[in-house]
């Protein structure tokens, strides 16, 4: 009866413990894990015909990357010449790098002859005109592209009526010969018309003008954009070394969980597989995206197999995370020993979130950050996450409330730790979206364009650390077992949780044996009613908590088994 007051006294004002903040958690893990469009691309090839308009070619380059233009293929049925002339120019503010395709159709007036999408924009550019290459059936191959010896100018506003001088032809026309680059300090390649002057944006435009406009003729030309480190681009260059260094951190995470789960592996619980699967997925996925970055680095562009395989093991493991905070809320293994009818809903919710992460993830590769059905489909996975994070906030308050009432403070301690790093991870997320809005989203320029990569890298960083905590506070150990569902402390009936929760008198639940009677009617002794007590206690009371409560840690199948075995051997 002490007990019994003492826990009537015992107040839990959680109810509302994570409603203040739970708004904040929502736009959490609807940015977390986001996932990046492909690769930029640093080798083109195109089929340029009579009706085709000028080839806009845009790339984040490094300093002293080298631009080469080759055709490869040509048709010419009759004589013709041609003029290549191309435009380089250097943008510094990525806002206005973004949407050039759509700025160029808009702007065929402002833009007049020039060759430049945005000609009011700032930046710095270099145009050049090669020499008239003559085309025909019996042509072998097609003549190399000379360098152009022209410098970068700044852009300046174009006057009208203003006629090209000598100084402007020259420099428009004057390029290296190769026969006299040996005596020159001039480093010159094959097929290289152009090398870049900073690091930063760039975009090429490449216009090939027929002698006869009404003429039938294609021509098959290639670009690669080369530097010292390769193709990949300089805002993608730190996304490639991101990705090794986090492929090797799951990599120790793996190790380490291993070792721990081969020490303990008899007093393992069913919530350390899922960690197990989530580290697992984590390293193939940054695996997998540092395979892509690679290949993107090597061969110029990326494999559409590749990218499509890396977005279907990223939405995997997407889902499985957020499968492994929900049954860590639901208090799986801890407080229940099994989910049960709520099992189907969280399977439900994976498999929708898994089917909409695919589609998205193959939308956005094939077609585009801004199309569309990926904005659709990215709408619906943020309501979906919001529904997760609102689940997740709900019954980790409830599970937190429900040991509370039990006085359990080895379980209580685990996932106040586990609330303690949530709270950790929205605060983190908030001072970041602040910042990246300082950074990204203003409407004027975007000059900070070499720390794009961050924006993708932070939220995957951030759930590393997340995970990391998860293994340190759900580690395999030697009291595996203190965490572990024990039905003589834990009660896994809801509805009974739910009834002594609502209950105004504690002690009204609380059944007492009531002394047997006599069949006279009279009571017993004291001295009898003494030994009925001992013989009662040896009868049903167990030697030690194993022997109950190993039976109901079994899988609802399990239990059917042995209980057929026993019933077909009383049979």
């Known amino acids: 009866m002490a007990a019994a007051v003492s826990m009537r006294t015992w107040s839990c004002p959680v109810a509302g413990v994570f409603y203040p903040w739970r708004l904040l958690f929502v736009l959490l893990l609807c940015t977390l894990d986001v996932a990046v469009a492909a690769p930029e691309t640093g080798v083109w090839k195109i089929t340029v015909v009579n009706t085709s308009r000028p080839l806009l070619l845009r790339k984040s380059m490094y300093k002293d990357t080298d631009i080469a233009l080759k055709v490869v293929l040509f048709g010419c049925p009759e004589e013709l010449t041609f003029t290549i002339h191309w435009f380089l120019k250097y943008y510094p503010c990525h806002n206005e790098f973004n949407n050039i395709d759509e700025m160029y159709a808009l702007t065929p007036l402002s833009r007049g002859e020039s060759l430049d999408p945005n000609p009011l924009g700032q930046g710095e550019y270099v145009e050049h005109k090669h020499s008239p290459i003559t085309c025909n059936s019996g042509l072998r191959s097609f003549p190399m592209l000379q360098k152009a010896k022209a410098d970068p100018r700044v852009v300046s506003l174009p006057i009208k009526g203003k006629e090209a001088d000598e100084n402007e032809t020259r420099w428009i026309t004057e390029e290296y010969d190769s026969s006299a680059a040996k005596n020159s300090s001039v480093n010159l390649k094959d097929n290289v018309i152009a090398t870049t002057w900073k690091d930063g944006p760039y975009l090429l435009v490449v216009r090939i003008l027929p002698s006869k406009q009404d003429a039938h003729w294609n021509l098959t030309v290639t670009v690669e954009m080369k530097g010292s480190h390769g193709y990949i681009s300089i805002t993608e260059y730190p996304l490639m070394i991101f990705y090794m260094v986090m492929c090797i951190v799951y990599i120790l995470y793996a190790l380490l969980w291993f070792i721990w789960a081969s020490c303990y592996w008899k007093d393992l619980l069913r919530i350390q597989f899922w960690i197990a699967g989530v580290i697992f997925l984590g390293m193939v996925e940054k695996a997998v995206f540092c395979a892509e970055y690679e ?134 997320s908030i001072i970041f979206m602040g910042w990246t809005a300082k950074k990204f989203w203003p409407a004027g320029c975007q000059s900070d364009w070499i720390e794009l990569w961050v924006e993708d890298a932070f939220w995957r960083f951030l759930f590393s650390l997340i995970l990391l905590v998860i293994m340190f506070l759900w580690r395999p150990s030697a009291n595996n077992q203190r965490y572990a569902f024990t039905p003589l402390i834990d009660d896994s009936d809801d509805e009974e949780i739910e009834e002594f929760i609502a209950s105004t008198n504690l002690a009204d639940g609380i059944k007492l044996r009531v002394a047997k009677s006599e069949t006279n009617g009279t009571v017993k002794s004291a001295e009898t009613n003494l030994e009925d007590d001992l013989k009662w206690v040896e009868d049903n009371i167990p030697s030690s908590l194993t022997d109950v409560a190993l039976p109901v840690l079994l899988d609802s199948d399990e239990e059917i088994m042995t209980t057929r075995y026993e019933m077909s051997k009383l049979e």
């Open 295 to 428: 290949n993107t680095n090597a061969v110029g562009s990326a494999s559409p197999g590749l990218l499509i395989f890396a977005e279907l093991v990223s939405a995997l493991k997407r889902t499985l995370a957020r499968l492994l905070v929900i049954i860590v809320s639901l208090g799986y293994g801890i407080v229940k020993p099994r989910l049960g009818t709520v099992m189907h809903r969280v399977v439900g919710l994976g498999v929708l979130y898994f089917s909409c992460a695919s589609i998205e993830g193959v939308l956005r590769i094939t077609g585009g950050r801004d199309n569309g059905p990926t904005l659709i489909t990215t709408i619906v996975l943020a309501v979906l996450d919001s529904g997760c994070i609102w689940f997740i906030s709900f019954h980790l308050a409830q599970t937190i409330k429900t040991l509370k009432l039990r006085r359990n403070p080895v379980k209580l301690s685990l996932y106040r730790h586990f609330t303690n790093t949530l709270i950790f991870a929205v605060i983190a």
